[in-house]
Structures are given as structure tokens and as C-alpha cells.
Nanobody, 123 residues
């Protein structure tokens, strides 16, 4: 069973960049599809980006396409989310998740979740 720990969140100004990391342990990392989700206060958790087990396929929410990049380093058991041109409305807790079933935009496909890292984007 894989454990996930996110890091890299913080307070940034609108228009700037931040890179989130999610380190995995306890499983064969290269078998898992990985996703990033976010949840703002009072809102439902939403899909941000996902990457297949091999890294060959990536998926993005329309709202972040062209600004965010998901990547993975299977040698370091880590998945990243590079976020550029951040907007205040993207303030949220960001979660990484892992699935053995299929890489998906649907949070219900992911059995393993990290505790989240907070991102605050100020105006």
C-alpha cells in the first residue's frame, strides 16, 4: 500500500509560480497512475491533473491547461505539479492521489491519498 506526502505549498502572489511535490513510499511507484486534485474552502474537490504510470500520458483540467504541468520521476518515487501564472481563485488544499486501476479525472478512481498541502494565492 502506497503512502503519499505532499510538499511545496505556501503563500504566493498572483501571477507567480509554485511547484508541488508528492513523495511516495511503501509501494511500487511505477505501477501507479497519479493525480492532483484540489479543494477550496466550501467547495468540492476537483481534478487538476493526472499522469499515467509510465508518464506517457497526461491529463489536465481545462482551467489549468497551458499553465500547469504534471510530471513524475519514477527513480525518486515522486510526482510534481508545476503551477505557473497562479490565480487567487486557485487557493486551495492540493492533494496527490494514486491509483492502480486507471489514470482518471474522477477522484473515485484513486484509492490512495496524501494529506494535502495548502496553496494560497494572494492578489
Amino acid at each position: 500500500q502506497v503512502q503519499l506526502v505532499e510538499s511545496g505549498g505556501g503563500l504566493v502572489q498572483a501571477g507567480t509560480s509554485l511547484r508541488l511535490s508528492c513523495a511516495a513510499s511503501g509501494g511500487t511507484f511505477s505501477r501507479y497512475g497519479l493525480g492532483w486534485f484540489r479543494q477550496a474552502p466550501g467547495k468540492e474537490r476537483e481534478f487538476v491533473a493526472a499522469i499515467s504510470a509510465t508518464g506517457a500520458s497526461t491529463y489536465y483540467a481545462e482551467s489549468v491547461k497551458g499553465r500547469f504541468t504534471i510530471s513524475r520521476d519514477n527513480a525518486k518515487d515522486t510526482v510534481y505539479l508545476q503551477m505557473n501564472s497562479l490565480k487567487p481563485e486557485e487557493t486551495a488544499d492540493y492533494y496527490c492521489a494514486a491509483t492502480l486501476v486507471t489514470t482518471s479525472r474522477n477522484s473515485r478512481a484513486y484509492a490512495y491519498w496524501g494529506q494535502g498541502t495548502q496553496v494560497t494565492v494572494s492578489t
